[in-house]
C-alpha cells in the first residue's frame, strides 16, 4: 500500500480550470469513479446515464435547509424543497429495480426563534412523492458526541436541549429492494451472551404481550439484529432498569466507538488536508454509517452512487468493502482533495488539473506493473495524462 507525501505525491491546483470538462473523472480507482461539479447537471450527460438502472444504492447527505449558510452554501424553504425533488426522480432512473435511495438530512432551526423548520420533512415528503418512491424505513442517527446546538436557546436561554440526531430516509421504488440484516448484525449485549450460553431466562407471555418461547433465545444467530436507531449502537435508556453507573459506561463506550469509527477512516483525509493548509470538510459523514447502509443493501460488485459526496466518505467505504461506486461533489477542493482517501497505489487520473508523483517504489508490491497498467488505462484517453514515475 502506497501512502500520500511518501510514495506519492500529488499537485491539486487551488482552483480549477474554466475549460474543464465536468464529465471527466477527477480521479478513478478501479471500482469507481469521483466527479467534481453540480451532480443536477452531471446525472444527465453521458457517463452518468451509463449507470442508469444500475446502481443499488444512491447513498448521500444533501445540504441542509440551515439558517447559517455553510461555506458550500445551500438554500432555504420553498426553494430547498424544490430543488432537492428534483433529483428524485433522477435518483429513480439511476436505481436497480430492487435498488435503494439513502437520504440523510440533519435538523433545521427558523431564524431567531426557538422553533424547529419544518423544511426538512416536507423536502422528504416531496422527494418521494415526486420520485414516485416507498419510504421502506426511517432511521435515526444519534450522535452523543455533539456540540450543544442550536447554541443560543441550548447553551445561553437554556430552553432546548441539545439537537443530537441526524433522521435517515430509506426509500426505493419497490416494497421489497434488496436487503439483508444477517450483513450488519450487532454484537450480542453480555446479558444475552450469558443467556445464550446458560439457555436460562422466563419463557411466557410477557407484559408487552409478546410471547417468549422455551427456544426463543437459546439459539446463537451470530448476533443481535441492529435497530433503527443508529449511532451510540445499544445504548440503553435510564428508565430503572440500569444504573446511572453503568449507563454512563455504555454512554462512553458508545461514543468512544463512533469516535473511533469516524477517526480511523477520515485521518489520511484530514491530515492531508490540514499539511495543505486547504479546509477539511466541515461536515463529513461517520464512516460507520455509510458501512451499515452499504453493507445492508448491497453486495459486492453493487454500485454505490453519491451525488453529494463533499469529501468522498461513501466512495471510500464502497471501495473498502468491495462495491463500485461514482461520487459527485461541486466543490473543486473537497472533489480533489477527497483523493487522500484512497490508496495512491489505487487511484490514476486522466483529469489534466491533478499530477500524481511516485516518489519511491512500493515495497512488496507489484507496484511498476499496477502502475504500468494505469498509464495505459489513462494514456488510451485523449484527456490522458500519464503518471509520472521517478
Ligand atoms: C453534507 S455535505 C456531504 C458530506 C459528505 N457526505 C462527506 O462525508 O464528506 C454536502 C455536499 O454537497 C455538495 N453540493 C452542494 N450542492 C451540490 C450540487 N448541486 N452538486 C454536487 N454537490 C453539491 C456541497 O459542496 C457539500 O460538500
Request: hydrophobic letters at 35%; glycine letters at 6%; aromatic letters at 8%.
Amino acid at each position: 500500500m502506497g501512502s500520500w507525501e511518501t510514495t506519492h505525491s500529488i499537485d491539486i491546483p487551488s482552483t480549477v480550470s474554466q475549460r474543464r470538462r465536468a464529465s471527466i473523472p477527477v480521479y478513478e480507482t478501479h471500482l469507481g469513479s469521483a466527479y467534481c461539479g453540480d451532480s443536477l447537471s452531471l446525472l444527465r450527460t453521458k457517463p452518468l446515464l451509463a449507470h442508469q438502472g444500475k446502481i443499488q444504492l444512491a447513498f448521500t447527505s444533501p445540504p441542509f435547509p440551515l439558517n447559517t449558510k455553510k461555506s458550500y452554501g445551500n438554500l432555504q424553504g420553498e426553494d430547498y424543497i424544490r430543488w432537492l425533488a428534483k433529483y428524485a426522480p433522477l435518483l429513480r432512473k439511476m436505481a436497480t429495480d430492487d435498488g435503494s435511495i439513502v437520504i440523510e438530512i440533519g435538523n433545521a432551526w427558523l431564524p431567531g426563534e426557538p422553533v424547529m423548520s419544518t423544511h426538512v420533512l416536507e423536502a422528504f415528503l416531496r422527494f418521494l412523492k415526486k420520485g414516485d418512491l416507498h419510504l421502506c424505513q426511517e432511521f435515526i442517527w444519534y450522535n452523543p458526541a455533539r456540540l450543544p446546538s442550536p447554541i443560543e436557546w441550548v447553551n445561553r436561554e437554556r430552553i432546548r436541549v441539545k439537537d443530537a440526531f441526524t433522521r435517515i430516509w430509506w426509500m426505493s421504488p419497490t416494497t421489497r429492494p434488496k436487503a439483508d440484516n444477517r450483513r450488519v448484525l450487532r454484537e450480542y449485549s453480555p446479558s444475552m451472551k450469558r443467556l445464550i450460553a446458560t439457555g436460562k431466562y422466563n419463557a411466557g407471555r410477557r407484559p408487552s404481550e409478546h410471547q417468549i418461547g422455551k427456544e426463543s433465545f437459546r439459539v446463537d444467530n451470530g448476533g443481535a439484529i441492529p435497530a433503527n436507531v443508529g449511532g451510540a449502537d445499544a445504548l440503553p435508556s435510564l428508565d430503572g432498569t440500569i444504573t446511572p453507573k453503568r449507563f454512563a459506561e455504555y454512554l462512553e463506550q458508545s461514543t468512544n466507538l463512533l469516535k473511533a469509527a469516524n477517526t480511523v477512516s477520515s485521518d489520511s483525509y484530514r491530515n492531508f488536508c490540514v499539511e495543505r493548509g486547504v479546509p477539511v470538510h466541515p461536515a463529513r459523514m461517520p464512516p460507520s454509517l455509510v458501512n451499515f447502509f452499504v453493507k445492508f443493501l448491497t453486495d459486492e460488485g453493487d454500485t454505490v452512487l453519491d451525488p453529494f459526496a463533499g469529501s468522498n466518505t461513501t466512495g471510500a467505504i464502497a471501495e473498502s468493502l468491495g462495491r463500485r461506486w461514482v461520487s459527485i461533489e461541486a466543490d473543486w477542493t473537497y472533489a480533489a482533495h477527497s483523493i487522500a482517501r484512497f490508496d495512491p497505489e489505487a487511484v490514476s487520473t486522466t483529469a489534466k488539473d491533478l499530477r500524481i508523483t511516485m516518489l519511491q517504489p512500493v515495497e512488496n508490491q507489484h507496484s511498476c506493473e499496477r502502475v504500468l497498467a494505469q498509464a495505459a488505462t489513462a494514456s488510451s484517453s485523449s484527456d490522458a495524462i500519464p503518471l509520472v514515475t521517478s
